[in-house]
């Protein structure tokens, strides 16, 4: 780990120095777009725009829930001329066509129809056609959430404006009979919301969904005065907007400028760095000519068996465990073992003891040999020694015969 680690640390000096050596070399100024110094308001002549849009609308007034929804679309266009003056806002003005049907609940309302069957016999049908000037105030909010991206497919773009509208109905002359649209003295003012849905078709072509709420000031015949909150028309437009000249939007251009040409500063610190690569290198060869420790291991014994004081014959627990050793000693044929006996020094007489030792050994070697291990692996032998030598307390443990791998 140590090598790897002095490895890793003089390349990476290595390549610090090779990159401050490369910034010497550096002369020209270069320029970089930098985004997060802002984005540029483009010219005045760019990210103009025009918009033609159709579609319908729905007028939501006090007595129009007596007439039927089916019957109370009416077509709606507008036509927009406008500027985008950063990717988030802009702004469009134009003007604003909407139709609108409802109710009236009295004889001779401005935008009764005649010859109209009257509702639950007692509502006059209406109908008007709204035209004026608008103005809607925009923010991207595609751009202001995500980012901006030039060749973004999809832009959602929400507005809200006000605008006022010159309200015309249909008239008829003595006999009856309509003479068309003209002008009432009936103006409308509106506050108007909505949601633009866009789809860039090339860079200066999109087709767009605007869905839009348009609060109106009350009609007469209507039977309200003043503001009334709760004429609303709904519309939906699909529309084809043109984008004039640059549609893009660049970020700052900011300097990059060279080293100056005194370069005494970067030379220290690029001799100090090699001389850490020099130090580093020393080391590194230090580290690789050490001699190799080798760690010996110490195995202690394969087994060690137990006996009651006086008893050299093996136990049911001691033969399974002697048949379990000998499946051991068969899968290394290659191996030899020594089985050596133990007696306690501290009960019974040299003669017993001697003989202990001795049984021992041999009734392990015996059960050994019976379950397959060839007798060439074995050397058996006793020990007149105490096995623990941990003093008379501790007698139990010198009554055993151990089994050891030779060596």
Not at 101 to 128: A, C, H
Not at 220 to 231: A, L, V
Not at 261 to 282: G, K
Request: hydrophobic share 40%.
């Amino acid at each position: 780990m140590k090598k790897a680690t002095l490895f890793a640390a003089a390349c990476a000096l290595f390549i610090g120095a090779q990159s401050l050596s490369a910034q010497e070399s550096a002369q020209e100024i270069t320029y970089v777009n930098d985004p997060s110094q802002g984005v540029l308001v483009n010219r005045m002549k760019d990210n103009w725009f025009i918009t033609a849009e159709g579609g319908a609308s729905f007028w939501v007034a006090p007595l129009g829930v007596h007439r039927e929804a089916g019957d109370r679309f009416m077509p709606a266009a507008s036509i927009y001329a406008g500027k985008w003056f950063s990717p988030v806002f802009g702004g469009r003005f134009g003007v604003n066509y909407l139709g609108l049907k409802g109710l009236s609940d009295g004889k001779g309302w401005v935008g009764d129809l005649q010859g109209e069957p009257m509702i639950d016999g007692r509502y006059n049908k209406t109908k008007f056609a709204e035209i004026g000037p608008v103005f809607d105030l925009m923010i991207n909010l595609t751009n202001w959430w995500c980012g901006y991206r030039p060749g973004r497919v999809y832009n959602a773009t929400f507005y809200v404006g006000a605008g006022a509208y010159f309200t015309l109905t249909k008239h008829y002359n003595a006999k009856g009979e309509s003479e068309g649209f003209k002008h009432t003295d009936h103006e409308l003012m509106t506050l108007r919301a909505g949601l633009i849905n866009s789809f860039n078709v090339s860079k200066h072509v999109a087709i767009s969904l605007d869905l839009r709420a348009s609060g109106l000031s009350s009609i007469q015949n209507e039977g309200t005065t003043g503001w009334n909150k709760k004429s609303l028309a709904l519309q939906a437009y699909l529309g084809v907007t043109y984008n004039f000249n640059n549609t893009d939007w660049n970020a700052p251009l900011v300097p990059v400028c060279p080293e100056p040409e005194n370069c005494d500063a970067l030379r220290a610190r690029l001799a100090a760095a090699d001389a850490r690569i020099a130090d580093l290198e020393a080391q590194l060869k230090d580290c690789l000519n050490r001699p190799v420790e080798t760690v010996v291991e110490n195995n202690g014994p394969l087994a060690t068996i137990y006996y009651p004081i006086g008893v050299s014959r093996l136990s049911r627990e001691n033969q399974r465990v002697v048949k379990a050793i000998a499946y051991v000693m068969t899968q290394n044929p290659g191996k030899k073992y020594t089985l050596t006996g133990w007696a306690d020094n501290y009960t019974g007489t040299d003669n017993i003891n001697i003989r202990l030792r001795k049984n021992r050994a041999e009734g392990v070697a015996k059960l050994l040999k019976a379950n397959g291990v060839a007798e060439s692996q074995l050397n058996v032998t006793t020990n007149n020694g105490n096995l623990s030598d941990l003093g008379e307390k501790c007698v139990s443990l010198d009554r055993a015969v151990t089994i050891e791998e030779a060596k």
